[in-house]
């Protein structure tokens, strides 16, 4: 009899869990990923994304954050775990073996063709900082690179799309800049500019890589009032930031990243004290960072990023 039972309630339990899977729009369960054999940057990444939820990535330099994005978009092709866009799933299997081996698989099963059979309805933001300024193309030319595809057999645009980059452009403020040159913008226009690419195409998801990286406050606040717009509308966000104050505390939903997933829920319950600590490395020593245990989260979160601004700083120093 009480074999039966818990075999019923193992039955009831994976019958929720494959009903939450079914829910989301996007599911990731036991990702395993890494730049080096046998040296992984990500482990054991399970994340539940329901469509409408604004996610933020919190993590300090080197955690795994934009990796993470990368193999959602197709960038990556994971060792382990599977990806299940919607109802479609693509499970991975580290390749055993030499190093050869591994790259032969990486070249022989290109991801980015599995995810576009499998969910094309991704758009992508890149850090603007990884981006080559040098290349000569207009604002236009950028946003409509989003439906370059949609353009078929001949190389311009038809009426019908440049209607629709217009309107893109006029919707974000950026219209007077249409034939400009991308490098003849501020910091924050580009960053608009790279917004209007990835939404031209109607995405389900849009995932952002540091979208408030290296802008101002008024500019900050611009674009995350154009994410809380879309979210309000049902679009499903994913982003990446440093700024854990002024952006991370604000977002509905926070996942804290340091390899491996230390927390996620609310910011008001994920962002604790013992989270952070845990996921910028500082568990054990408080002193060196001048961090007292009973001051308040806000205190700690302001420790925490000039920690990581300061980690920054060395990275680029050397």
Same mark, same amino acid.
């Given at each position: %009899?009480?074999h039966? &039972?818990? +075999?019923? #309630?193992?039955? %009831? =339990?994976? /019958?929720?869990?494959?009903?939450?899977?079914?829910?989301?729009?996007?599911?990731?369960?036991?990702l395993? !990923?890494?730049?080096?054999? +046998?040296?992984?940057?990500?482990?054991?990444?399970n994340?539940?994304?329901?469509?409408?939820?604004?996610?933020?990535l919190?993590?300090?330099?080197?955690?795994?954050?934009s990796?993470?994005?990368?193999?959602?978009?197709?960038?990556?092709?994971?060792?382990?775990?599977?990806? =299940?866009y919607?109802?479609? @799933?693509? #499970?991975?299997?580290?390749?055993?073996?030499?190093?050869?081996?591994?790259?032969?698989?990486?070249?022989?099963?290109?991801?980015?063709?599995?995810?576009?059979?499998?969910?094309?309805?991704?758009?992508?933001?890149?850090?603007?900082?990884?981006v080559?300024?040098?290349f000569?193309?207009?604002?236009t030319? *950028?946003?409509? %690179?989003?439906?370059?595809?949609r353009?078929?057999?001949?190389?311009w645009f038809?009426?019908?799309? @440049?209607?629709?980059?217009? +309107? %893109?452009?006029?919707?974000?403020?950026?219209?007077?800049?249409? @034939?400009? =040159?991308?490098?003849e913008?501020?910091?924050?226009? /580009? =960053?608009?500019?790279?917004?209007?690419?990835?939404?031209?195409?109607?995405? /389900?998801?849009?995932?952002?890589?540091?979208? &408030?990286?290296g802008?101002?406050?008024?500019?900050r606040?611009?674009?995350?009032?154009?994410?809380?717009? $879309?979210?309000? @509308?049902?679009m499903?966000?994913?982003?990446?930031? +440093?700024?854990?104050?002024?952006?991370?505390?604000?977002?509905?939903?926070?996942?804290?990243?340091?390899?491996s997933?230390?927390s /996620?829920?609310?910011?008001n319950?994920?962002?604790?004290q013992? #989270?952070?600590l845990?996921?910028?490395?500082l568990?054990t020593? !408080?002193?060196?960072?001048?961090?007292d245990?009973?001051?308040?989260? $806000?205190?700690?979160?302001?420790?925490? *990023?000039?920690?990581?601004?300061?980690?920054? &700083?060395n990275?680029?120093?050397?």
């Amino acid at each position: %009899m009480g074999h039966k &039972t818990l +075999h019923r #309630n193992r039955e %009831m =339990q994976n /019958q929720n869990l494959n009903d939450k899977v079914d829910k989301n729009l996007l599911t990731i369960r036991d990702l395993e !990923f890494g730049y080096i054999p +046998h040296k992984p940057i990500l482990k054991g990444i399970n994340l539940d994304v329901p469509k409408g939820r604004f996610l933020g990535l919190l993590g300090p330099s080197g955690s795994g954050k934009s990796t993470l994005l990368k193999i959602i978009i197709g960038l990556h092709r994971p060792w382990h775990g599977y990806i =299940q866009y919607g109802s479609n @799933k693509i #499970n991975y299997t580290k390749t055993a073996g030499s190093t050869s081996a591994l790259l032969t698989s990486y070249l022989v099963n290109p991801i980015k063709d599995s995810i576009r059979a499998s969910f094309s309805s991704i758009g992508y933001v890149p850090q603007i900082e990884s981006v080559d300024w040098s290349f000569p193309v207009t604002v236009t030319e *950028v946003v409509g %690179m989003g439906i370059w595809n949609r353009s078929g057999i001949y190389p311009w645009f038809g009426k019908g799309n @440049k209607e629709k980059i217009h +309107h %893109m452009l006029d919707s974000l403020g950026i219209a007077e800049y249409a @034939k400009r =040159q991308i490098r003849e913008l501020s910091g924050g226009e /580009q =960053q608009r500019v790279f917004l209007g690419r990835a939404l031209i195409s109607n995405p /389900q998801i849009l995932i952002l890589d540091e979208p &408030t990286s290296g802008v101002d406050y008024n500019t900050r606040e611009k674009i995350f009032a154009i994410l809380t717009d $879309l979210n309000s @509308k049902g679009m499903t966000i994913i982003l990446t930031t +440093h700024d854990v104050t002024g952006l991370g505390k604000r977002l509905p939903w926070v996942v804290c990243i340091n390899k491996s997933i230390i927390s /996620q829920g609310p910011p008001n319950e994920a962002l604790n004290q013992e #989270n952070l600590l845990k996921t910028y490395g500082l568990a054990t020593d !408080f002193s060196s960072f001048g961090i007292d245990k009973n001051k308040n989260t $806000l205190s700690l979160t302001d420790t925490v *990023v000039a920690h990581d601004r300061r980690h920054d &700083t060395n990275l680029e120093s050397e």
